[in-house]
Structure formats: structure tokens, C-alpha cells
């Protein structure tokens, strides 16, 4: 049986390893595939606001080092209250027939001994504060770990500093634009700082660094810094559906890909200039074929809209957009999807499906079956000439 601390407002775990609010979905699996000799049944049931605790009898708990609920502890109000002190009266939610118990950061829910007990505690029935306690004896069927003072009101926290690993995560990706299509990245990127083996001294730092088409290796790295992985095309399977003549004569060298997955970034060099020549987005949703490798890039795309009655307007595509809503802005792709069929090797089927791939303004929108998108490829035309850095020097 797990034996876990909790922590208000901040996580549940151990000395070994720890569920935080705001931990990257990439860590928290980690951390199941690390200990699956002891997490042995894993269920995946998402949230970015709470962590919950739905079944008390498989887990021991305790606060601030000692136990409230374990085989020899009922989690009873009783045994709450002297854990935890005092709070508000209880809140009775009718529809779910249970008690909430509120503290800054935590809930507890306890469920009511019998059907009987219930229009007591309606809030048609309250007379007075000895109406809202909760009965003796209740003991908890759920605990909610949620960041403010409402579970009702709360809201997904930032990223705790604890998370960062030593890794830079991207706020927001910027894509800048000229006036044929995308030029570069402009990224708002969150550092942890810290003194030497000092967490108490950590801070956030946030700095903004730019990326276009045409850039070389060198700067693309003193910019972003070192990729997480270098990966290095074998073939170009969309290749084919190139005009040029030469498309079937096999390269000498291998373009290369910088794989950035903190940012959610993948940036390809071509193999003789070693310059930019396309950026790779990713949105991280499940039921894609590379869910879980990168984290979500936050990215806005400004958009020109070919609608009647519309010079030069401009509309924002985001890493929550539909492709049904990106379509009505542009109108549809003059050509037909090319079908996206992903697996590790040639006698494995992708459980996920395949994906379509429109292209539109110099870009390729990677769209999955439910109409979210996957990714979205970034091409242009190398920049002549060298970008000044000296403005985004720190």
C-alpha cells in the first residue's frame, strides 16, 4: 500500500517521487514507469487543476508526517478535524449526497451513512449552524489537492519550479510573418534559476529569443541552446509530391532535425548550409501518434484571410483552434489532404489512426480525426545575410 504525504495546494507523494500541480503529464508518467513494480494498475484520467484521491481504502495519508487515514486509521470527520483543526462548516451538495469540507488547498468528501439522513441537511431544512455540521462518524470518500481557497474556483497553476529539471519551457511561440509567409519564431521562454544546490534561492526567469529561416546551427544554439536529441532523416517521404525534376535523385547527405520536446519544437537544418529551412509545432493532444514525447507548444499564428470584402485582414490561429474554424477563416484548401499514416515499423498498425495533412500559406496543418491539430509545419525561403542579436543579448 502507497504511503503518501500531502501537501495543500502543492502535491502528493513521497520521499522518492511526487505528484505536483502544474507537473508536465511527460514527468507524471515517468514517474509511473519508474515504480511500476509497486504502481502496478495505472487508469489515465486527466485533469490540470486537481489532484484526487477517489478511493482511500488502496493508500495510506498523512499531513505534516503523520497518518489520518491508513488500515488502523478511519478517515472519520473526527479524526479530520484533529489533523487538520478548524475550518468552515461543510458544504452539503444534494446531487452527489456528500458533505465537502473545505480547507485552503484541500477538500475532503464525505459520504452520508444513510438515505435518511439526507433532507435533514438540505439547505431547505438548515436551521442555525448545527444544521451545517457533518454527521459523527462520516468518514471521507474523496480528497481533492487544488491550488486557492474554492475547489469550485480553481485554476490550473504555472508550472512549479521543481518541475523545471534543469529544462527551458516555452510560454508562447509567436510565428512572425512577412509579407509571402512565416519568417521565424519568436519564443517567450521560462528558465528556473537558482543558486549553487540552493532551492530556496530558485527564481523564474523569463527571456525571449527569435529564430527565423535561413539561420545557421550556431545560432539557432545560442539562441535556444542544445537540443534534447539530434535526429537525422533517413528519407523525405513527402518528397514525392514535389514538382521538382531531381526528386527521385537520392541525396548524399541527411538534412537533420534539432528536437526541442520542452518546447514542443522541432527545427530542421538543411544537410549543405546547415540553415533553417522548416520549424515543426507541436500540440501535444492525446490520440496522436507522438502524444506524450513533446511538451504542448503554445503557439499563435497570425493567419491572412481570404474572405470577400476582407484586404489584408488578419486572423489568429492557435494550438486550440479546430480545423473547421481555420477553413471558414481561409476558405478551403485548394488541393486534397495527403493521408499521414504513422507507425514504428512497417508490420505495426498506428491504434491511433492516420491524420491529414492540408497545406496552406506556406505551412502544413497536420489535422487529426477529431479536428484538432497535431502539428503545423512551418516553411520558408532562407533569409539572405546575417540577423543582428545583439538587441536579444540578456
Known sequence: MLDLEVVPERSLGNEQWEFALGMPLAQAVAILQKHCRIIKNVQVLYSEQVIEVYDLTKVKLKYCGVHFN?????????QIDQSFGATHPGVYNSAEQLFHLNFRGLSFSFQLDSWTEAPKYEPNFAHGLASLQIPHGATVKRMYIYSGNSLQDTKAPAMPLSCFLGNVY????????????PSGLRLRLLAAGCGPGLLADAKMRVFERSVYFGDSCQDVLSMLGSPHKVFYKSEDKMKIHSPSPHKQVPS?????????FTLGVDILFDANT???KKFVLHTNYPGHYNFNIYHRCEF????????????????????????????????HPVEKPVVLHRSSSPNNTNPFGSTFCFGLQRMIFEVMQNNHIASVTLYGPPRPGAHLRTAELP
Not at 491508513?70 to 473526527?78: C, G, R
Not at 548524399?252 to 526541442?260: E, H, L, P, Q, R
Open 70 to 78: 491508513s488500515q488502523a486509521i478511519a478517515p472519520t470527520i473526527e
Open 252 to 260: 548524399k547527405c541527411n538534412d537533420y532535425f534539432f528536437n526541442y
Open 300 to 331: 499563435k499564428i497570425p493567419l491572412t484571410v481570404k474572405r470577400e470584402n476582407t484586404d489584408g485582414q488578419t486572423e489568429t490561429c492557435t494550438t486550440y483552434s479546430k480545423w473547421d474554424n481555420i477553413q471558414d477563416l481561409l476558405g
Open 170 to 181: 516555452a510560454e508562447s511561440v509567436d510565428v512572425l510573418r512577412d509579407g509571402t509567409g
Open 274 to 276: 546547415h540553415k533553417v
